[in-house]
């Protein structure tokens, strides 16, 4: 059985998907900015507890 296909159709197909992804990732690059844009900046040694909370879990676990 041949198949065939009709270009005008298939490119607009082709066109829409390519905008539509752009769409939507430049859509979460700015949901991105925006989000880190609005986090206040946290704690200088907050990241440094975590770590040693996690590496104590860690550490009893094993």
């Known amino acids: ?3 065939t296909y009709n270009l ?6 082709l ?3 390519t ?10 690059g700015r949901i ?3 989000a880190s844009a609005s986090r206040p900046p ?3 040694g907050k990241s440094c507890r975590s770590a040693i ?7 009893a676990s094993a």
């Open 15 to 17: 066109a829409v998907a």
């Open 19 to 28: 905008l539509a992804s752009y769409t939507a990732l430049d859509l979460a």
């Open 1 to 3: 059985m041949q198949s």
């Open 53 to 59: 909370r996690a590496s104590r879990i860690c550490s």
């Open 32 to 34: 991105s900015t925006m």
């Open 8 to 13: 005008g159709p298939v490119a607009v197909s």
């Open 42 to 44: 946290s704690a200088p």
